[in-house]
């Protein structure tokens, strides 16, 4: 029997396009409020536009494979999204697959950094997001009578890339990276608040020189009964 799976929150469809190419019998479709980037996409990959923080109508459909990478971070009301994804999408004996962060876990190596993560903590708590999501999913998912096997596994990345594993020293590069990318963007959604260029060249400035940081990333998977 052919699979089917659906990804909600795809972004660039990195995911999608890697499990569509390894399962080419599989039907896979990748949903993201923003169209993907214009590349190419294997011929069993669909695409939907949906916002899915908000309702979003699959009709009847239920998918053997529901999956998500590091969505519920940065999304309002997160836990009820992923109940709501877990409950509509995944079929009795599907998979339930979710990567995502406890940005919490990065304490950072001076005061920009410190002063930078509360006054981000501050502005998710007003937008009801949950900077530790990652570290609560397990436990999210378990409450779901459907889904009474839950698995995972915290992965620490090294931003320095100076652990002993080569593959979680790239990743931890690479995540140390996107926190640089990101950090400009959330700074100047914070100027109003009073978060200064200053503050965001310090900060920008700790975050390269950082080194030892380690950022948990939460690996959760289960299947549903029933």
């Known amino acids: 029997m052919d699979l089917n799976a659906v990804e909600p929150g795809c972004g660039s469809g990195a995911w999608t396009i890697q499990a569509a190419t390894q ?36 009709g009847d459909e239920k998918f053997d494979i529901v999956h998500t990478r590091f969505v519920l971070f940065h999304i309002p009301n997160a836990h009820d999204v ?3 994804i877990a409950q509509q999408l995944v ?3 599907g ?34 997001i949950d900077m530790e999501i990652g570290r609560k999913i397990p436990e999210t998912v378990r409450a779901l009578r459907d889904f009474p096997n839950v698995q995972f596994q915290k992965i620490s990345l090294p931003f320095g890339g100076n652990g002993p594993d080569d593959s979680l ?27 200064t260029h200053e503050m965001a060249v310090k900060y920008r400035e700790e975050l ?18 029933g």
């Open 23 to 58: 399962f080419p019998a599989a039907q896979i479709l990748a949903v993201d409020r923003s169209p993907l980037p214009n590349r190419f996409l294997p011929a069993n990959i669909s695409f939907q536009i949906a916002d899915i923080s908000k309702e979003v109508d699959f």
């Open 208 to 225: 390269e020189k950082d080194n030892e940081s380690l950022v948990d990333v939460y690996f959760c998977w289960a299947s549903r009964v």
């Open 95 to 128: 998979l339930l697959l979710i990567e995502d962060i406890d940005l919490l876990s990065y304490v950072g190596t001076g005061p920009a950094s410190r002063h930078y993560i509360s006054m981000v903590k501050q502005m998710y708590d007003e937008r009801g």
């Open 169 to 195: 020293n790239g990743l931890g590069l690479a995540m140390k990276q996107s926190f640089v990318r990101g950090g400009d963007v959330v700074a100047e959604v914070l100027a109003p608040k009073g978060f």
């Open 91 to 93: 079929r009795p004996g």
């Open 82 to 84: 992923l109940r709501r």
